[in-house]
């Protein structure tokens, strides 16, 4: 072999190995975990009712639904053993985070509470919001119904209500069509009456949504409002939550 033959032949030895470091993949240790955020400490009333555990943190009065995963079971466990009945609230302490997981609608994420770990539940304390919200002329953003977590489709409006002192006219969205009809209150009672709506029709996530809000508000007796939150009850039975959004 001549002498510009060698030369040549190792230049391409060494590109070869050049090639083949890059190609290699990278340790998956030193793979950062956009995905894991450290958890942080959370206060935040729970409650689980038929597979539909939800968080409401003290700190916002935000709902998230409560994701099977992680140490979720221990929290499930201690609520259950705490002796509150199955649907009621009780306030814990505990180290999570809060991520996007899918949704039971196609192509769409919602945030999910992700337990770490449980650290105390408190049965006889609550959160104590300092401000609270106005029944009338507030815009109401429907995000709970029969004890499950609300989410809009991917292009449809929000389910929400105004009530107005004018005339004591409701209004609204209830997932799919518009909504319109009078209400009555009076203290803490509170019912709804003449309620009609257009005749669109939408998708089944948004037409379910809309059958349990008009049946909400075909059985709504008294309603409870705590900081920006606002419930509708039926005598004892929680119908709906809505969030006060302010535009």
């Keep these: 072999m001549g002498k510009w033959e060698l030369i040549t ?36 009333m729970f409650r689980y009712m038929a597979d539909a555990p939800l968080f409401r943190d ?5 709902v998230y639904p409560v994701s099977m995963e ?16 199955s649907g009621e ?22 945030i999910k509470l992700i337990v770490d770990k449980p650290h105390n539940i408190l049965p006889d304390e609550t959160c104590t919001p300092a401000v609270h919200a ?18 809009a489709p991917q292009d449809m409006k929000e389910a929400h209500m105004i009530l107005a002192s004018a ?13 319109f009809g009078q209400f009555e209150t009076n203290e803490d009672s509170l019912t709804f009456s003449a309620t009609g709506s257009t005749r669109m029709a939408c998708p ?4 379910d949504t809309e059958r349990g809000f008009f ?23 929680l119908l709906a939550r809505f969030e006060a959004i302010y535009l």
């Design 204 to 207: 089944q996530a948004a037409m």
């Design 70 to 85: 992680g140490k979720y079971i221990d929290l499930e466990r201690a609520y259950l053993n705490s002796g509150i009945e």
């Design 9 to 44: 032949a190792v230049v391409f030895f060494l590109l070869l190995i050049g090639c083949k470091q890059q190609e290699s993949p990278p340790d998956s240790s030193e793979i950062p975990r956009s995905d894991s955020p450290e958890g942080m400490e959370l206060e935040g």
């Design 167 to 179: 005339e004591s006219r409701s209004h609204g969205n209830a997932g799919c069509n518009n909504f």
């Design 134 to 151: 106005e029944l009338i002329g507030t815009y109401w953003k429907l995000v709970e119904i029969d004890g499950k977590a609300v989410n």
């Design 58 to 62: 003290c700190r916002n009065n935000k």
């Design 89 to 110: 609230e009780i306030l814990v302490r505990l180290e999570g985070r809060l991520l996007e997981r899918p949704a039971m609608e196609e192509n769409s994420n919602i």
């Design 215 to 237: 049946a909400a508000l075909d059985t709504t007796t008294r309603y409870v409002i705590s900081g920006l939150f606002l419930e509708l009850y039926a005598d004892d039975q």
